[in-house]
């Protein structure tokens, strides 16, 4: 963590990605030996969910989560989504310095994040947006991956219609690498379907961390 404190952001080369609607930075913020030393502090002290919170709805039927999944937070938040209501459970030592790190490097406050782990290839996130009401849009999410490095797909939601309504967009594909930050910026995620597809290939883990900012009512 003290690693993280002392890192040089300035340095940082974030690559611009833009199409239609879709307005994404992307960079390895975090050199090698600092995400390597920061995945095992993660895997010491992240504790997922059980039970019903680690369960999806899916057209009314529930099925076990295929990945594991936490939050934390800022006190009193709660986030909806897939008809699940998430806590954020209080911020840990190594999870809040990340949350300072983005702070430094784009001077957002964000207060939740939401985590996942995908334990191999076979843990996966199906195709989503995040654009939940309680989210305020005008800030972007950020994603810091660590672990293996997995494909992120982008479809443009009139890609995903059929028929006349259907446009030519191309899918965009990103290898989110360890150490990695991905800044969807708005309106990204109103335009925009994102996922994590399996990769049956592949045998280690992968840690996701989703910074959001919600409204403050
Ligand atoms: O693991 C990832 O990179 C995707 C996470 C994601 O889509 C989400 O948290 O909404």
């Known amino acids: 963590m003290d690693s993280l404190k002392k890192l040089n952001t300035e340095t940082v080369k974030w690559k611009s990605i833009k199409n239609d609607g879709l307005n994404l930075e992307y960079a390895i ?35 076990p989560l295929p990945r594991q999944q936490v939050a934390y937070g800022n006190p009193g938040i709660t986030y909806k989504y897939s008809g699940t209501t998430i806590p954020a459970l209080p911020w840990p030592v190594p999870v809040l310095a990340l949350k300072d790190f983005l702070f430094k490097i784009k001077g957002i406050n964000y207060d939740f994040v939401l985590v996942n782990k995908y334990r191999n290839g076979h843990d996966h996130m199906g195709e989503h947006q995040d654009n939940e009401p309680e989210l305020d849009a005008t800030y972007p999410i950020a994603s810091i991956s660590f672990g293996e490095v997995r494909t992120f797909i982008l479809k443009h939601k009139d890609a995903r219609k059929t028929g006349n309504e259907k446009k030519q ?49």
């Not at 969910?49 to 369960?55: M, N, P, R, V």
Request: proline share 6%; aromatic share 12%.
């Open 169 to 217: 967009i191309p899918t965009v594909k990103l290898e989110l690498e360890h150490g990695s930050i991905l800044l969807m910026n708005p309106p990204t995620n109103e335009v925009w379907y994102h996922s994590l597809p399996t990769r049956k290939k592949i045998t280690g883990a992968r840690i996701n961390f989703t910074f959001r900012k919600m409204k403050t009512i």
């Open 29 to 63: 913020a975090i050199p090698r030996d600092v995400a390597d030393e920061l995945f095992v502090e993660f895997e010491n002290c992240l504790q997922y969910f059980t039970g019903d919170l680690a369960k999806v709805k899916v057209f009314g039927k529930v099925y």
